[in-house]
């Protein structure tokens, strides 16, 4: 049971580059997640998804994209990377049971560097 | 928006001393989260809590959650070098499925 993937495990890019961030799970998870770590300032959360087709804001969505054509995968993208948004980003995913209140469970991390 | 304050930001104890950290929001709470990371590691879940008032323990740690569902608090007893990671509080407001989480305190546990 690989649970919640996450790919790639590191990468740099440029200023003004675009790219996207995959996260996929096994669990048949109806929620899904993305937030980014900085230090000092815990877990932000970017966008979030309550199913598959479904996509809402979290605390800091600018700057990201991210949809959910399949309960399995919910990929974030960063339309014109900024230094700003250098940072790890983690996707967690839970399910839809006790209406929210169930554990999330996170992947491994992308540690994102923009230079 | 709904703000989640966690305090203190880093401490230090000696193994075998107690640790405590306080969770604060600025809305009501459906219910709140607590989650482990260890260095380098991504955040684990601990327990939920749920009612006003309650009171889990888990071994030597121990979770309240306030009467008012606005606070809650992580107690270990006896701390030992495996309890050395950041703790979170991820709480999220009625009506929402998003979880806002505090900032965390880091634990360092000196042998």
């Known amino acids: 049971n690989a649970g919640v993937t996450q790919t790639p495990k590191f990468q740099v890019l440029k200023t003004g580059q675009s790219m996207t961030l995959q996260c996929a799970q096994d669990?048949?998870?109806?929620?899904m997640s993305w937030y980014r770590q900085d230090p000092g300032m815990g877990l932000r959360l970017i966008h979030y998804?309550?199913?598959?087709?479904?996509?809402d804001q979290g605390e800091v969505p600018n700057g990201y994209n991210v949809s959910r054509s399949t309960t399995e995968d919910f990929p974030l993208r960063l339309l014109s990377a900024a230094p700003s948004q250098t940072s790890v980003y983690f996707c967690?995913?839970?399910?839809?049971?006790?209406?929210?209140?169930?554990?999330?469970?996170f992947g491994d991390g992308t540690r994102l560097s923009i230079l | 928006g709904q703000q989640v304050m966690q305090i203190p930001q880093y401490q230090h104890v000696q193994e075998g001393e107690d640790f405590t950290t306080y969770c604060n929001s600025s809305?009501?709470?459906?219910?709140i989260q607590w989650y482990k990371q260890r260095p380098g590691g991504h955040p684990v879940f601990l327990i939920q809590?749920?009612?006003?008032?309650e009171v889990k323990k888990q071994k030597r740690l121990t979770f309240q959650f306030g009467e008012a569902k606005k606070n809650s608090s992580l107690h270990i007893t006896a701390t030992q070098t495996t309890d050395v990671g950041t703790y979170f509080c991820?709480?999220?407001?009625?009506?929402?499925?998003?979880?806002?989480f505090g900032t965390g305190t880091r634990l360092k546990v000196l042998a």
């Open positions: 967690a995913s839970s399910s839809s049971g006790g209406a929210g209140n169930q554990p999330q469970h």
């Open positions: 669990m048949n998870h109806e929620y």
């Open positions: 998804s309550v199913g598959a087709g479904i996509t």
């Open positions: 809305t009501t709470l459906s219910n």
């Open positions: 809590l749920v009612k006003s008032g």
């Open positions: 991820a709480g999220r407001g009625s009506g929402t499925y998003k979880y806002i």
